[in-house]
């Protein structure tokens, strides 16, 4: 069989002196001796465009990340005649046509649950870092400053303060556990209410979407990028979020419109805006969310840190050992299967 990857590209240098970036190119997963040795053909690159098109003309299986996406079309997927799987290395398959690849009967699922640990705790840095102006107060340390009162004028606790997470599933249940011990009162919003019993153990309360936003102080984005939550937070969703608000969105960059968050934070509406998703990514140099104000953005890595690659490294090889073996994928793992959208957190917005 032919297998082919998508992943970031690190450099032979850095690849070699960190092999534990597993999830890069060079790298290739760590899979390269296990599927040669298996007689199949395994094919990694970077490129999105052209040596991509060629390779998967011929592919059985696609490997992609959301950290450096190949946007899996429906004219791809048409022109791929054999393809039977799609494996995300890592969690969030929007990057892939999934009605698309229903329609073909292509078989789609992620390493679910690999990086939700290391997502919750960039959610809670972030929402940190913006509440304690840490990136201005960091900068005048850097510029040989001392200006405590400009710092400190927008420097604030998070205790006592209201925090919305909207998306309620493996990160967002983390968030709210590591949140809980801040002393924060919790709420989220998710189409699929937990149980009294979870909501009392996470410490959160079941709000409505349009209340969760008028009265948290903190809003933190944690559901898949969907039909339903494409742009969700537009420009009269941000600003009907409470004045002075923060919002953190690890999740997908597409989920916030990305004019309508620039005139939140020009206006003053906002506070601030952190998290590591883009749309597209890589994002080019004059994005606008690199130069809006009051702002934490990183690249997209909150769910590619080393333990993380380690994860994902290891569930892809499951993936194929199964696939190989004709045994069904990890139940959790599954997105789309036997021509339709599966997953819980994804049928939702393809089944209405
Ligand atoms: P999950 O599937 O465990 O939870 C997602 C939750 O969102 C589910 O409870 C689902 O019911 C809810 N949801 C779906 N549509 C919704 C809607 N329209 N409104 C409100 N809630 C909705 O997924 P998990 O592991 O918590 O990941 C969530 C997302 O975070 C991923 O789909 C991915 O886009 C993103 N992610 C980002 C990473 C990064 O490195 N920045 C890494 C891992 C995930």
């Not at 690999?114 to 340390?141: C, G, T």
């Not at 339903?228 to 690890?250: P, Q, S």
Request: charged residues 25%; contains cysteine.
């Amino acid at each position: 069989m032919k297998i082919v990857a998508v992943l970031y590209p690190a450099g032979e240098k850095t690849a070699k002196e960190n092999p534990g970036l597993l999830g890069c190119a060079e790298n290739e997963l760590g899979l390269r001796e296990f599927l040669e040795g298996k007689g199949h053909e395994y094919v990694v690159m970077s490129d999105k465009e052209k040596t991509l098109d060629d390779a998967l003309l011929t592919a059985d299986v696609a490997i992609t990340t959301p950290f450096w996406p190949a946007y899996i079309t429906k004219e791809r997927i048409e022109k791929a005649k054999n393809l039977k799987l799609i494996l995300t290395a890592g969690v969030g398959s929007d990057h892939v046509d999934l009605k698309a690849a229903a329609e073909k009967g292509i078989t789609v699922a992620e390493i679910t649950g690999s990086n939700v640990v290391s997502v919750a705790e960039h959610v809670v840095m972030q929402i940190l870092v913006l509440a304690r102006n840490f990136v201005p107060a960091y900068k005048n340390v850097v510029e040989g400053g001392w200006d405590i009162a400009a710092i400190a004028s927008r420097a604030h606790d998070i205790e006592d303060k209201t925090v919305g997470i909207v998306g309620f599933g493996r990160i967002g249940q983390r968030v709210a556990m590591r949140l809980k011990p801040f002393d924060v009162k919790l709420f989220y919003y998710d189409f699929r209410r937990a149980t009294g019993a979870e909501e009392a153990t996470f410490g959160a309360r079941y709000l409505p979407l349009e209340q969760l936003l008028c009265c948290s102080d903190i809003v933190s984005i944690n559901c898949p990028l969907t039909p339903k939550t494409d742009r969700l937070f537009n420009k009269e969703r941000l600003f009907a979020m409470k004045k002075g608000a923060y919002l953190v969105n690890t999740a997908r960059g597409r989920i916030v419109d990305t004019d309508a968050l620039v005139s939140a934070l020009n206006a003053g509406h906002l506070a601030g805006y952190a998290g590591d998703v883009w749309y597209p990514q890589p994002a080019p140099k004059d994005h606008p969310w690199r130069s809006m104000p009051n702002h934490a953005m990183t690249t997209h890595y909150s769910g590619t840190t080393l333990e993380a690659q380690a994860r994902y490294a290891s569930g892809i090889r499951m993936c194929l050992e199964a696939f190989f073996k004709g045994e069904p994928i990890e139940r959790d793992y599954i997105i789309v299967e036997n021509g339709r959208v599966a997953s819980p957190s994804y049928s939702y917005a393809y089944e209405a």
